[in-house]
């Protein structure tokens, strides 16, 4: 970039014209338009946000500054990154001890991160688990369902899933790769979803007052709409206490006692996962995706 710029210059004096630089190499992108009224993704949604991790050369929470309590086969590396450096699982998780901002106040949310993951015919991908102590699955759940298609296939079922405390229960939202006729005729609708081994930018988002429960994967929704409305009106997401993230895998598998043989660490990368207390609408996903997609 400064040897670009130098040649710029000499080129400017030659011609008989000096320009005056905005910014510097080191702007981040703050000298280019803005995304949706953003100018980095920092900026999408930024009230709420709860939590926040860019696994630049670690597993810090950086909101908080909470580091994992234990920790499995990750590494950092800028390697094969979105932005800055990108975690790499095998059979690996990040396990951290509980976050104030992270608890059953959630009543909405957002969850979104890059994921590179591949089907692999025997375990699941999990990306995010707000783990609880009284079962192996957490109060919000964010994966992929790898164990379930052939290790061959590069459409991945990307899916939530949420434990209430309330008459809500559980519930959950995924894509449908296929559909049957009969099923296409009653509303259900395909979404292949061929991301298999590729960079991917997922995200769930369930809001507590339509309750509407939706994935969106690359800027688009693509949960089965048949099954984005959950529960009823009036029934409330409510949590089990005590609750602590982890990254990676289901808590019974950071706390050393999987219940089954698919019960693993994941194998992947993650990048820029972040948390909201609110669900984010359809345009600031988008927003979001463009913004991370161009490194801002």
């Keep these: 970039m400064k040897t670009i710029k130098i040649f710029a210059y000499a080129l400017a004096i030659t011609s008989g014209f000096v320009f005056t630089s905005c910014g510097s190499d080191d702007s981040g992108g703050n000298d280019l338009p803005p995304i949706g009224g953003y100018n980095s993704a920092d900026e ?16 810090k929470e950086e909101l908080s500054g909470t580091n994992p309590s234990t920790s499995a086969n990750v590494t950092f ?5 979105v932005k800055g450096d990108a975690a790499s699982f095998n059979l690996g998780y990040l396990n951290y001890p509980t976050i104030a901002s992270l608890s059953n106040t959630l009543g909405s949310f957002t ?9 692999n015919g ?3 991908s999990v990306f995010f688990s707000l783990a609880r102590e009284t079962d192996w699955s957490g109060n919000i759940n964010f994966m992929a369902e790898t164990g379930w298609q052939p290790a061959t296939s590069d459409s ?7 434990n209430s405390t309330s008459d809500l229960g559980g519930q959950d ?5 296929k559909v049957s006729a009969e099923d296409a005729a009653t509303g259900h609708v395909a979404f292949p979803n061929k991301v298999g081994g590729q960079w991917a ?41 005590p609750v602590h993230p982890v990254i990676g895998a289901f808590g019974s598998t950071a706390s050393g006692s999987p219940i089954d043989t698919w019960d693993k660490g994941l194998i992947g990368k993650l990048d820029e996962m972040r948390v909201w207390k609110v669900a984010l609408s359809q345009a600031d996903i988008g927003f979001l995706y463009q913004l991370e997609s161009a490194g801002r």
Excluded at 47 to 52: H, R, T
Excluded at 111 to 119: D, L, P
Excluded at 205 to 230: A, Q
């Design 44 to 59: 999408v949604g930024q009230a709420n946000l709860v939590a926040y991790w860019s696994f630049d050369g670690n597993g």
């Design 173 to 177: 939202t995924r894509n449908t790769i």
């Design 156 to 162: 991945l079922t990307v899916k939530g899933w949420i």
């Design 122 to 124: 025997s375990n699941a």
């Design 111 to 119: 969850v979104s991160t890059w994921v590179k993951v591949a089907n």
């Design 201 to 241: 930018h997922a995200v769930l988002t369930y809001d507590g007052t339509t309750r509407m429960f939706r994935v969106y994967v690359n800027g688009v929704k693509i949960s089965n709409p048949k099954w984005e409305e959950r529960g009823a009106a009036g029934q409330m997401l409510t949590f089990n206490n």
């Design 77 to 81: 590396s800028d390697a094969d990154a």
